[in-house]
């Protein structure tokens, strides 16, 4: 008797077909992720504070003095942190006598009675600040140039050096204006001199760092004054040679 085994029907495999996504679809996709991450960055930084240069798998602040806290691998870079209220930090009692300090900068004396702002420090990201140290500048700078160029603000940005290095110097009849210039109500620009480093550090008044052009004469009011970004201010040939050159910005709206 011959035996015949029966055949199973085979069963072909499924294949399932996805719609092509159209551009609609992708813009959406996109959206979407975005958002997600942006989220995360949002909700984590409710946790701790966000720094987007930690991010960077590199840094720019490689020739920066290595001061990091223990136990950090990165190098300090002073110009990532938050001004921190601490009123344990050990604090210079402020006051008003330094000789370079101008009257419309004399904040006591001028009426101001709060003193709370010299409790506010910066502390960067991941280190610590060193306490500035008025005779390591000075010698650091020796023999060297230090030229502020800006409007009121690197004004007493400047002063506000000169005031902090006097302090490293035991007679202050070595530090002079090289000119014979006052302090005081004087426009152009101020060299200081400290005689005993040959250290100069100079402030040249220049709102705007470029050339601003007059309206021609008898023009109307609608006429209005014109920035030349082309070319530097006048006293830009006097910053050459400077081995620090410090400027501030000025905002036109």
């Known amino acids: 008797m011959d035996l015949r085994q029966e055949t199973q029907p085979q069963k072909l495999p ?35 504070p966000f720094y987007p240069h930690l991010l960077l798998p590199f840094s720019f602040s490689k020739n ?23 009123e344990t930090y050990p604090n210079q009692k402020y006051n008003e006598d330094c000789p370079f300090l101008d009257p419309g900068f004399r ?8 003193v709370g702002y010299v409790n506010w420090r910066w502390q960067p990201h991941g280190c610590d600040l060193p306490r500035f140290d008025a005779r390591d500048f ?11 160029a800006g409007d009121s603000i690197g004004r007493n940005q400047w002063e506000s050096l000169l005031c902090m290095l006097s302090h490293g110097v035991s007679n202050l009849s070595t530090i002079y204006e090289e000119h014979g210039n006052p302090i005081t109500k004087h426009k152009g620009f101020l060299s200081i001199r400290f005689h005993d480093y040959n250290l100069t550090i100079e402030y040249y008044r220049v709102p705007f760092l470029v050339v601003i052009d007059d309206p021609p004469e008898n023009s109307s009011e609608e006429i209005l004054r014109a920035i030349r970004v082309d070319k530097l201010h006048r006293f830009s040939s006097k910053w050459a040679g400077a081995d620090i050159l410090v400027t501030t910005r000025k905002l036109v709206q």
């Not at 904040?107 to 709060?114: A, I, L, V, Y």
């Open 14 to 48: 499924h294949f399932f077909i996805l719609p092509v996504p159209t551009k609609k679809d992708v813009a959406y996709a996109l959206i979407l992720f975005i958002s997600l991450i942006i989220s995360s960055i949002v909700f984590c930084n409710l946790l701790t």
């Open 64 to 86: 920066l003095p290595d001061t990091q806290l223990p136990g950090s691998t990165n190098t300090c870079d002073y110009s990532f942190g938050k001004w921190v209220w601490d």
């Open 107 to 114: 904040c006591h004396r001028n009426g101001r009675r709060d």
């Open 138 to 148: 000075l010698e650091r700078s020796r023999n060297g140039r230090i030229v502020f």
